[in-house]
């Protein structure tokens, strides 16, 4: 694996004059995505492990773009119309190429909410039935809560979904003469959260089924236990190269220490505490303190949260 990274948003001189404004507005602010190239024409761009931010564009999060004979891939669309403007820059300067085709992993706010800037380009956006289905459901209060942060910046920004929909569980794209899987598992951190694998390189983009550095989040949304089924899945690709949802590029020893591990922990010590219902206090007092997780980024805002989350839906389950 080629490791190359470097400030992307200084790079992008040769581009149009409206794409270096905008690189140039980024590199001016400190923030960077960082850039690793995986194999030949595939590449990682990762976003910081924090919180959605102003200065960040709600970039918080790993993208992925894939070159072709016949344009860019770029695996999920950021966060706003200014944030895909800039997944833009980067495709052009990684590729010499225009976005002609954009996939979701997600329906989190920066796995979709640049699509309409990307549609407006020509370019055609392709997500999974049920991915599509969570986007149109959760747009609004997405809205709401990112304008809060992006202010000025999520301006003109409208939620979009796809305009190519894929159904079934396992599919195979040719995009510009690339093999291009995409693989539903099973409701995960979003219901219809899927991955993008590349069979002939064995690199998986994992999207939110994978969590590196940081602790994962399980949200009112998330169900722990057909995410623990679809990272068991996911495993089973037998991936050289995974680049998660957040946190570095990895392999399945890194993926599964942060994130199966921890998804195994929470779901294994919940289960029967669910079964006997004995309430969101006592779940939290006893599996509240995961020492051998503290490492992770995000523990301590994270981790009593999510199992009191999880605890929730598997009481629920009953
Ligand atoms: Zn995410």
């Keep these: 694996m080629i490791n190359h990274a470097c400030n992307l948003f200084r790079c992008a001189v040769r581009l149009s004059i409206g794409l270096v404004f905008a690189s140039q507005a980024l590199a001016d602010e400190g923030f960077k995505l960082v850039h690793h190239e995986l194999a030949g024409g595939v590449h990682a761009l990762l976003g910081p492990i924090g919180g959605r931010s102003h200065e960040n564009h709600g970039l918080n999060a790993n993208f992925g773009i894939i070159d072709t004979a016949e344009g860019a ?4 669309s950021g ?6 403007r800039l997944l833009e820059v980067e495709a052009a300067r990684l590729t010499a190429k225009p976005v002609r085709w954009v996939i979701n992993t997600g329906a989190q706010d920066h796995r979709w909410l640049g699509n309409g800037y990307f ?5 055609e956006v392709i997500a999974h039935t049920l991915t599509a289905a969570t986007q149109q459901r959760n747009a609004h209060a997405q809205l709401d809560s990112l304008r809060l942060v992006l202010k000025e910046r999520f301006d003109d920004t409208k939620p979009v979904t796809a305009n190519r929909l894929l159904e079934g569980a396992h599919i195979t794209l040719n995009l510009g003469g690339r093999q291009i899987e995409v693989h539903y598992f099973a409701d ?3 219901p219809g959260d ?40 996911l495993k089973a690709l037998g991936p050289d190269h995974i680049v998660p949802g957040h946190g570095s590029v990895s392999d399945l020893g890194r993926a599964q220490a942060d994130t199966g591990d921890y998804l195994a922990f929470i779901v294994n010590g919940i289960k029967p505490l669910a079964e ?28 009593r949260g999510n199992v009191s989350r999880a605890y929730l839906r598997l009481e629920a389950a009953q």
């Design 119 to 123: 549609r407006n380009r020509g370019a």
């Design 73 to 76: 891939v770029l695996i999920d």
């Design 194 to 233: 899927v991955v993008v694998w590349l069979p002939d390189k064995r690199i998986l983009f994992a999207g939110d089924h994978v969590y590196v550095d940081r602790l994962l989040g399980i949200l009112p949304q998330s169900n722990a236990e057909t995410w623990l089924s679809a990272f068991e899945a």
């Design 276 to 303: 006997d219902m004995v309430g969101v206090d006592a779940a939290v007092a006893q599996l509240g303190d995961a020492p051998q997780f503290a490492r992770l980024a995000n523990y301590e805002e994270l981790h």
């Design 188 to 190: 995960a951190h979003f």
């Design 79 to 84: 966060a706003s119309l200014q944030g895909a």
